[in-house]
């Protein structure tokens, strides 16, 4: 999907049932292609030179799978936290 054009998340985590629905991540299993390119990264960078990644915040992933991609307003993310702290917490945790 391209980005403005349709949501990043086909199902949105909007209740406890979709929560329950999502599984763990699995780095190798999900995303091998980062694993390698970290791996070549590294191995043409050296011993000496660092490499520092990016990931998002628990708030920011949050409100992805909230609000089904990216939202200036985060209307939705807003809505649970104030009115299901407990289930947006629970995603925090996730």
Known sequence: IKAG????IEDPIRTR??????RDFEPAEDMPEL?????????ELGADTPLI????????LA?????GGPSKQQSLTKAMMLGEP????????R
Do not use: H, K
């Not at 054009?5 to 990043?8: A, K, M, R």
């Open 35 to 43: 694993a390698e390119t970290v791996r070549l990264v590294v191995s």
């Open 17 to 22: 049932n979709d929560l329950d629905r999502l």
């Open 86 to 93: 407990e289930l947006f917490r629970a995603l925090l945790e």
């Open 63 to 67: 409100s992805y799978l909230v609000e």
């Open 5 to 8: 054009v349709g949501p990043v």
């Open 53 to 60: 990644g990016f990931s998002g915040a628990p708030f920011t």
